[in-house]
């Protein structure tokens, strides 16, 4: 495999269940070395689409290769280069932590010899060597998770697809793990998902939102809030005689600025107001300099609003909505 | 088959570190040893026709009846339900590799808890310092017709349990299918029906298939290979249909 196909690659991906489309028509790629978050609403069809990844189970239509070789004729290879942590992390309750990772090591073809020194590398990584010994099925939440991924990475492969991987944790579990997959960067090719969106706004390079089985946006957080809400607000509280001034002076700053909201005034006689542009670049000094400069307005505080990838989920999967409740060519 | 060995040592380990398999094991051997003491009484009474081994093989099915089930229903049937199955099947290994491991851990354990019943003709040898009661043909025919018969037997468990998630009804399956395969058949051979001239290739079939001929022929040295081949083949079939149905499971999730 050559250095620049993609890591894994899903064009025109299909899955229908008895009659239900879970998968519909999804296409992407991702990168070597990139970390890709997985978002959508549950039933978006992101566990069935990452199943397909893995070659678990079979895709209707479309198709899927992963480093170059395609998951439906090359099963087994491909097996190889992924480390897969399911959906609820299952583990069998009876075995102990060590054991249970040099049983999957050894599955995964790694050598005795190589399995012992990074099973301890692994337990040392997932801060697991306090518990190495202990029975799987007495652990704690964090710990089994961390045991799932610990068990993920275990084979170093090229591509690690974690399903929920921070489910059920704790704000520093939450942490490690977090810290856990970004020491990954560079290295593997990590898709995960998620439904704890800053988690993924802070770990991941890129974000795919899918909802109704169908991509309803992709691209860098960044691009995501671009493309989704196509325009940048401002907040500020000013006072003043701004009815007059404030349409004059924004003229001036930039020709597409408008006042979209505006609140009711303080004790101190400030008013909230919220100001939209189609402008991308930072207005905030200009904004900032002429509105001081005028001596009819009294300006409190400025700041640039950021959506969050919240409200570019909402907003992108409320469109996903749309798309799907308008008529579109059916697949049958 | 790279990762058959491992799959293996990786559930014999996993059954005898099982609590579950000590009480099988228990019972099985209380039941057997409740069964030999019987028979030992019955010679204590009257001289018999037969050796004791010959008459305590003839009731082998009682054991295999309840324990080929406890020692297979939990095999595929509690992978499924922890959802195990998909970590083991998204690593590098085949359905063919799991089925098999799986099926032979299940098999040495069932071979390990015969083999201990061959306490019971040591004890007996010991203690009754009478080499009649000890004949070695019958024995050594006996525990060959175990082997060979609980290949097809524990095949027939492991299909149960690929079957369904839930252990009890992997069990009661597995239960069912072996109750037909050893008293079934040889009940539907005595039926009146069978006498009839119309259903004389249908008789000849039940005939081949019965288990307790069989059982007889080994006690008595003659190992008809038509029969090895009945169970052989048995097991092979089970296991192929325990790989489709895992396959085809996934396949209509």
């Known amino acids: 495999m050559s250095a620049d196909t993609p890591a894994i690659e899903v064009r025109d991906l299909v899955k229908t269940y008895a009659g239900v489309t879970a998968v519909n028509k999804v296409g992407f790629t991702v990168a070597r070395g990139e970390i890709l978050g997985f978002l959508g609403p549950n039933g978006a069809g992101k566990s069935t689409t990452m199943r397909i990844l893995t070659g678990y189970l079979p895709a209707t239509s479309g198709e899927v290769s992963v480093c170059g070789l395609s998951v439906a004729t090359h099963g087994d290879e491909v097996k190889k280069f992924i480390g897969y942590m399911p959906e609820n992390n299952p583990l069998p309750d009876d075995m102990r932590v060590s054991e249970y990772l040099h049983y999957r090591g050894r599955l995964k073809g790694l050598g005795r010899a190589k399995l012992s020194i990074r099973l301890d590398e692994v337990l040392e990584l997932c801060d697991l060597k306090r518990v190495r010994h202990r029975i799987i099925g007495k652990l704690s939440k964090g710990f089994r998770q961390r045991v799932g991924i610990a068990e993920a990475i275990l084979a170093e492969p090229p591509v690690i697809i974690m399903d929920e991987p921070t489910i059920g944790l704790d704000p520093h579990q939450i942490l490690i793990v977090r810290d856990l997959i970004a020491s990954l960067r560079g290295r593997m090719t990590v898709i995960i998902s998620s439904h704890i969106l800053p988690e993924i706004e802070v770990t991941c390079d890129r974000v795919l939102i899918i909802n109704q089985g169908r991509v309803v946006a992709q691209g860098t957080p960044a691009d995501l809030r671009r493309e989704v809400f196509g325009h940048s607000s401002y907040d500020l509280e000013i006072a003043g005689d701004f009815d007059a001034a404030l349409p004059e002076v924004l003229a001036r700053v930039d020709p597409s600025l408008a006042v979209s909201e505006t609140g009711a005034p303080d004790a101190a006689g400030f008013c909230r107001l919220t100001l939209t542009t189609s402008r991308e670049d930072d207005l905030g000094e200009t904004l900032l300099r002429s509105l001081a400069a005028d001596t009819r307005l009294r300006l409190r505080s400025l700041n640039r609003v950021h959506p969050s990838l919240e409200d570019v989920f909402l907003a992108a999967t409320k469109r996903g909505w749309e798309a799907v409740d308008a008529p579109v060519p059916s697949v049958k | ?253």
């Open chain 2, 1 to 253: 088959m790279k990762h058959f060995l491992t799959i293996l040592s990786h559930e014999l380990r996993m059954l005898l570190v099982n609590a579950s398999t000590y009480v099988a094991a228990v019972l099985f051997l209380g039941i057997m040893g409740f069964i030999f003491s019987g028979v030992l009484d019955t010679y204590s009474k009257a001289a018999q026709e037969s050796s004791p081994a010959t008459v305590f093989f003839q009731l082998f099915w009682i054991p295999v009846l309840f324990m080929v089930p406890l020692l297979t229903m939990k095999c595929i049937s509690e992978e499924r339900r922890l959802g195990t199955l998909e970590t083991l099947l998204t690593a590098p290994v085949t359905t063919a590799e799991v089925v098999l491991g799986k099926y032979f851990a299940a098999y040495i354990l069932y071979l390990l808890l015969w083999a201990s019943t061959g306490g019971f003709f040591y004890i007996l040898h010991h203690f009754a310092q009478d080499p009649r009661l000890l004949d070695f043909g019958p024995m050594a025919g006996g525990y060959l017709f175990v082997a060979i018969s609980g290949l097809f037997y524990i095949a027939v468990g492991i299909f149960a349990s690929s079957l369904s998630r839930n252990q009890a009804v992997a069990g009661i399956l597995s239960f069912t299918l072996l109750f037909i395969l050893i008293v079934g058949l040889n009940y539907a051979g005595t039926l009146e029906v069978m006498n009839l001239e119309s259903m004389k290739p249908v008789h000849a079939a039940l005939d081949y298939v019965r288990t307790f001929r069989h059982l007889d022929d080994f006690s008595q040295g003659i190992v008809d290979t038509r029969q090895v081949l009945y169970y052989l083949s048995g097991s092979v079939l089970m296991l192929i249909f325990s790989i489709l149905s895992i396959e085809v499971k996934l396949l209509h999730s």
